[in-house]
């Protein structure tokens, strides 16, 4: 499968607990892109990363959350000290720089449930 | 005014029906936009790409209104599998096509 690869497909965590998540993208894509995503919204846009640098990060992205990317291929997504209000459905996408019309294409997600 | 807006719908339309989607976009220095089907709990999936002449995909077409900033998405003899919420997605930005800011979704339920 050469698609965007995202794991966890679920994790249940308790308020306070970190957790990780990891993202492979498509090989030859060299924008990484992470959203979130709740019931009833479109996703919204969490950072991005071309190769290893990350060039963007929204003002939703607290100091709880990191992502990095070392070597410009997988990256992960760390939200530390974890709150119910952090319960989402945490989107991977990816997508080729240098063109205005390249869309993104998405993993699976990883379903987030913060109890 | 927020980004990207949509009606959220539902949409409830029998097959065979044509039903239109549109959006407004707040950056009139937008340069790229696309329509994204989303099935209940998977990822979105990118349905087409939106070019300023408009643009056909079967039964699918696109319009693109820079003027009044908004774009619309039709589609012809709805079918049962058509059910999915419809994402409007727009770059907010003025170079390249990051972030790309997508829209709350229309849902669309089609009926036998």
């Known amino acids: 499968d050469t698609g965007v690869s995202q794991n966890p497909r679920h994790k249940i965590t308790k308020r306070g607990q970190n957790v990780t998540f990891r993202c492979d993208p498509i090989?030859?894509?060299?924008?990484l892109y992470w959203y979130r995503q709740t019931l009833g919204q479109g996703p919204e846009f969490l950072t991005y990363?071309?190769?290893?640098?990350?060039?963007?990060k929204s003002r939703l992205l607290s100091d709880r959350f990191s992502a990095e990317r070392p070597k410009g291929s997988f990256s992960t997504l760390e939200i530390q000290r974890t709150e119910q209000g952090d319960s989402a459905m945490y989107l991977c996408a990816s997508s080729l720089a240098g063109s205005n019309n390249s869309p993104l294409h998405f993993g699976n997600g990883t379903r987030l449930t913060v109890t | 005014r927020k980004e990207v807006e949509q009606d959220p719908g539902p949409f409830n339309v029998p097959e065979g029906a044509t039903v239109a989607f549109n959006c407004t976009y707040s950056?009139?220095?937008?340069?790229?936009f696309f329509w994204y089907r989303q099935d209940c709990r998977k990822e979105p999936k990118l349905l087409m790409s939106v070019y300023s002449s408009g643009n056909e995909d079967g039964r699918f077409t696109a319009q693109l209104n820079r003027a009044s900033q908004y774009i619309s998405l039709l589609i012809r003899d709805s079918k049962l599998s058509d059910s999915a919420t419809y994402l409007c997605?727009?770059?907010?930005?003025?170079?390249?096509?990051?972030?790309?800011?997508f829209g709350k979704g229309t849902r669309l339920s089609v009926i036998a």
């Open positions: 950056n009139s220095a937008s340069q790229s």
């Open positions: 090989s030859e894509h060299n924008r």
């Open positions: 990363f071309q190769n290893e640098a990350q060039l963007e």
């Open positions: 997605v727009v770059n907010g930005r003025n170079s390249g096509n990051t972030p790309l800011v």
